[in-house]
């Protein structure tokens, strides 16, 4: 632990870093979203501009307009090509920032010890962000893909509406969607999600991969590497069933395990406990899904007088909502503490929540690991796997 008596521990100094690490994330995916939030509007103008002459009436017509739709999408790829290259610059630079950030916590949390670490080599970490494979594929690819995926996507709904003889408004909503649903409902959308789950993994892949690098430099101190999932109901069945565990610098599996991956490696320093605490969330929902749920608990409280609050009325009835909320779900709990060992002491409801009914009642009464769900390479077991590997457990469970 740090030298100085009430200064944070080494971990609490990484799980802080990481919080501020995904903090910096989310601005950057901000911005990226609201380039593409651009690029689909040009495409919305660019579609009603070629309808400016009328609906098409004839094959030459049609041909006029796939010709103004290829020239869009033309268009919206390059751009998307150089957004691409912003998310991938975003994920260096979030690589270098988390060397710096996690090798000040080794210096601070392990002063006691009086050890030299060795600081990080930037040619290794970019390295690795750029070639270390996620999925059989390093994240350069998988960012190179997007914009073909796109353009395919949309040239496919744009012909499918010529073919079907949308009208403007159809043919707009086929593509972008309908502002009453966000333009979530349209063909653009799934770029946007895409673009959302790569740019959180790019970001996990860059942070653990500047932690590997600097565990490698320093491989003489430190023991081992701790897997560390997230406390809550959102993290995966392999990633619940690897918090804890321990592996020798540079061996094992290395997050991100998957796409949207949260998890992370920390340092296990010989002579530094476990001191600190990491924080946990009682909820399976998105914290967007879960803002939702705050308004409406806020108006169904409200009743009638909902409609007759002022704006500053109505914010402090959802943030009072959200308090009690907090007060219930949201804590922290030892540094010790391994998902296995904070999912058991969860609620029945909360377990079958995150495991489902039949593997909520083998963890609890059958007596299952979290590791026992999952196989080595990651892959969840159906229930018929489950019953067939472990009948004693299964009949524990179910009689």
């Not at 690029?39 to 002459?53: C, G, K, T």
């Not at 333009?183 to 895409?194: I, S, W």
């Not at 991969?209 to 081992?224: G, H, M, Q, V």
Request: glycine share 10%.
């Amino acid at each position: 632990m740090s030298g100085t008596t009430g200064s944070p521990s080494y971990f609490d100094l990484s799980l802080r870093h990481e919080v501020d690490l995904r903090r910096a994330t989310e601005g950057q995916l901000r911005d990226l979203l609201r380039s593409l939030d651009d690029l689909d509007l040009d495409l919305e103008q660019r579609i009603r501009s070629a309808y400016a002459r009328g609906l098409p009436g004839n094959r030459s017509e049609v041909r006029r307009l796939r010709g103004l739709m290829d020239a869009a999408l033309q268009q919206r790829e390059a751009a998307l090509r150089r957004l691409g290259g912003d998310l991938l610059s975003g994920s260096r630079d979030v690589a270098g920032l988390s060397a710096q950030l996690e090798f000040d916590a080794l210096v601070d949390g392990a002063a006691g010890l009086g050890a030299e670490f060795a600081p990080v080599n930037t040619a290794r970490v970019l390295l690795l962000v750029d070639q270390a494979p996620l999925q059989g594929k390093p994240m350069s690819e998988w960012v190179g893909d997007l914009p073909g995926a796109d353009r395919s996507r949309l040239g496919a709904a744009l012909t499918a509406g010529l073919v079907a003889g949308d009208t403007l408004e159809q043919l707009v909503r086929r593509v972008r969607g309908t502002p009453s649903a966000s333009y979530a409902d349209g063909a653009a959308a799934v770029t946007h999600r895409a673009v959302e789950t790569l740019s959180r993994t790019a970001s996990n892949h860059a942070g653990n991969s500047a932690r590997e690098a600097l565990f490698a430099e320093n491989s003489d101190i430190i023991k081992s590497e701790r897997w560390v999932s997230t406390l809550d109901g959102r993290t995966s069945a392999f990633c619940r069933a690897q918090d804890g565990k321990e592996y020798p610098v540079g061996v094992g599996p290395r997050p991100p395990a998957h796409f949207n991956c949260r998890s992370i490696m920390v340092a296990v320093i010989e002579g530094v406990g476990d001191f600190g605490e990491r924080p946990f969330v009682r909820s399976a929902e998105t914290p967007q899904d879960r803002n939702a749920g705050f308004l409406d608990e806020a108006r169904r409280e409200a009743g009638s007088s909902w409609a007759d609050m002022s704006p500053n009325e109505r914010r402090r009835a959802i943030a009072a909502v959200r308090r009690r909320w907090n007060q219930e779900n949201v804590g922290r709990v030892p540094a010790s503490t391994t998902y296995q060992d904070w999912l058991s002491k969860q609620p029945a409801s909360f377990q079958d929540d995150v495991l489902g009914a039949k593997r909520g009642a083998l963890f609890r009464r059958g007596g299952l690991r979290l590791d026992q769900f999952v196989v080595p390479s990651g892959k969840t077991l159906t229930l018929e796997q489950l019953r067939q590997r472990y009948p004693s457990a299964w009949s524990r469970a179910f009689g």
